[in-house]
């Protein structure tokens, strides 16, 4: 097990002396070589999660372990020889995710060199290396990041993220802000990169379709909580939680969408129950005095759903095969 | 062009000489530059070819008029001592320059360092500098530099440490939103998770893209610090005899100014021209630093 996380919580200060709480018991694990997915509307805590695991906050509750060692509570220095040593991130934006003042290479150098591994013309030696895996011409080294399209900046994003050879890659809405065709192949360079490399990614993004395309297992987040996690397939194609299936009803034609009413609740007050009450198709007076727990559920292994009425609402068949997306590299395979 | 081949190699600049070089094609830098050049030059080179004595007292020859106007004075005529007013401004013109870019460069230093930290230390640190900073600008300079000068006694050295640390708040205050929005990147982010120390993080991802501003308000500074040299030497706060200045030249001859009104002209019209040299390098540095690419507009960045 790389990372996992024990009902962790991250609340941060607003003014008038509150506080918000941003995650809420968050319980998720990422394997070797595997992909988990999280997925979640804006303000979910999906990116607070991947902050969150990669103690750029200190959780405020909970537990996290990265290669089995607690790392919730580390200072600097113990972080560098764990966490900082062995997990990366890479961000949505390509335009502020590299320091314009930098050429490629020296972005590319700098974490070996925070870490002092090889000479510099070692990691130069790397960093070429590096710049050709994802599909980058090692001429391009010299260049500074606005000579490159946003596509290149992202690879070079990745490129960056890959240089400490980590077990880990914390991947926030990486296509988020890229084109339809450039997205297609980060996607696929993050594939290409699994297989050869065996790494795991914890892959956030807002898009069901795109999650599940590359992921092994997805998480569904909703204010804070995870609501539904479990197999890809089992999670996209057979979503029990009524938050997943209508994320999961999107790929539909617009008459089938489900859209749910009004909007996110505010994470300052928080609705009482089930976070998802106010807006659930199906809720019943139960879900708005009692949050429910997440639950295995009997038909499939590793599938659990937060919900009183799991599978009440379901999405109508005869769709999937239509869009079912290629299934993601299997395990196996990646280790 | 020979840009022949489409996949030859541009020909990098890197951006410290690519901002030079559009100082100078600008008309106001390349006048401040020369105007600079030339200041410099005399500083270093001057008094070797000045023949006269700037100290030496001619006391048969007080107060003569330039030769230019039919006087025996030389160049720029004699003071009230009958020393050299020429020889007196080239040598005078030392310890100005001196002062201000030694002043200039320390307080920039020193406020860069403050303002980078009150940028990213935004807890603590960063408020308490800012309103140190705002309890600062209420006092005048001159009120302290007059009471510090009681305490302490009168002395030039004196007098560029308190101007040097005193000076620190005009960067900090101009770089401080910079500093916080730029630590907001997500390069910082990423330097951070790859486990790179604040202090690093600092001079290498923020310092470059602060330093624009600081350079232009250290050029535009040191000719402001040549001129509070000046006026508070002109008050006796400033360089003590034997040691002279460009103010204390000035300070000397204003009691003769109806006798020997060249005494006065002569070291006014240097400051005036140092200090029109930095200003002009200042503002074309500045047009250059706003024109380059980092300001430019990026589609991508929303």
């Known amino acids: 097990m790389i990372l996992q996380t024990e009902n962790l919580e991250q609340s941060f200060p607003v003014s008038g002396g509150r506080r918000v709480q941003v995650l809420n018991g968050v319980s998720i694990s990422v394997n070797a070589g595997e992909t988990l997915g999280v997925v979640g509307e804006s303000g979910s805590g999906k990116t607070t999660l991947g902050r969150a695991v990669m103690r750029l906050s200190e959780p405020t509750g909970g537990r996290v372990f990265f290669e089995g060692r607690d790392v919730t509570h580390a200072n600097s220095a113990h972080l560098r020889r764990i966490l900082r040593r062995r997990a990366a991130m890479v961000f949505q934006n390509p335009s502020t995710s590299l320091n314009p003042f930098l050429k490629l290479v020296d972005a590319l150098t700098e974490p070996l060199a925070v870490h002092r591994i090889g000479s510099r013309s070692e990691r130069r030696q790397q960093a070429y290396d590096m710049l050709e895996r994802v599909g980058l011409d090692r001429a391009q080294a010299e260049r500074y990041p606005q000579e490159l399209s946003g596509g290149q900046r992202q690879r070079v994003g990745v490129a960056r993220a890959l240089m400490l050879n980590p077990a880990l890659v914390v991947a926030d809405e990486p296509t988020a802000s890229l084109d339809v065709s450039v997205q297609a192949q980060v996607v696929n360079l993050f594939q290409d990169l699994q297989r050869d490399l065996g790494l795991a990614y914890l892959f956030i993004s807002h898009d069901l379709a795109l999650v599940s395309h590359l992921s092994h297992r997805i998480a569904v987040m909703y204010l804070g909580r995870v609501v539904e996690i479990g197999p890809a397939a089992e999670v996209f194609d057979r979503p029990k939680h009524p938050y997943t299936v209508v994320l999961s009803s999107m790929r539909r034609p617009a008459g089938e969408q489900l859209t749910p009413g009004g909007d996110p609740p505010s994470l300052l007050s928080p609705p009482t129950g089930c976070a998802f009450h106010p807006r659930c198709p199906i809720a019943r007076p139960v879900c708005s005095t009692t949050a429910p727990e997440l639950t295995a559920l009997a038909e499939t292994k590793g599938h659990e759903v937060a919900c009183h009425f799991p599978g009440d609402l379901e999405l109508s068949g005869g769709l999937e095969t239509a869009v079912a997306p290629p299934p993601p590299i299997p395990l196996e395979a990646v280790r | ?302």
């Not at chain 2, 604040?198 to 290498?204: E, F, Q």
């Not at chain 2, 470059?208 to 535009?220: E, F």
């Not at chain 2, 008050?235 to 003769?256: E, K, N, R, Y």
Request: some cysteine; proline content about 5%.
């Open chain 2, 1 to 302: 062009m020979s840009s022949s081949a489409p996949a030859a190699p541009v020909a990098r600049r890197s951006r410290a000489r690519q901002v030079a070089a559009s100082t100078w094609a600008s008309a106001t830098g390349r006048t401040g530059l020369v105007m600079l050049a030339i200041t410099l030059l005399v500083a270093v080179f001057g008094p070797l070819l000045v023949s006269t004595s700037p100290t030496a007292q001619n006391l048969m020859a007080t107060n003569q008029p330039p030769s230019w106007l039919g006087g025996s004075g030389g160049l720029m005529g004699t003071d009230a001592l009958g020393r050299d007013v020429f020889s007196r401004a080239v040598h005078g013109l030392r310890l100005s320059l001196l002062f201000g870019l030694g002043v200039a460069t320390a307080s920039a230093v020193l406020g860069l360092a403050l303002g980078l930290l009150a940028g990213y230390e935004q807890r603590f640190a960063g408020p308490v500098l800012l309103r140190l900073a705002d309890i600062q600008f209420a006092l005048p300079f001159v009120v302290v530099g007059l009471a510090l000068t009681a305490v302490m006694g009168p002395g030039i050295l004196k007098l560029s440490i308190v101007l040097a640390i005193w000076g620190w708040t005009v960067y900090a205050r101009t770089i401080v939103t910079s500093v916080a929005q730029v630590c907001r990147m997500d390069y910082i982010t990423a330097a951070r998770t790859h486990g790179m120390g604040a202090t690093r993080l600092l001079l290498r991802h923020v310092t470059p893209n602060v330093l624009g501003p600081v350079v232009v308000l250290w050029t535009t500074s040191a000719g402001v610090m040549i001129l509070v040299e000046s006026s508070l030497s002109l008050l006796g706060l400033g360089t003590q005899p034997p040691s002279f200045s460009l103010g204390t030249m000035l300070g000397d001859a204003t009691t003769q100014l109806r006798l020997a009104w060249w005494a006065v002209v002569a070291p006014g019209s240097v400051l005036l021209w140092i200090v029109l040299a930095f200003n002009l390098t200042g503002d074309g540095l500045r047009d250059a630093l706003s024109s380059s690419g980092r300001i430019e507009h990026d589609p991508e960045l929303v």
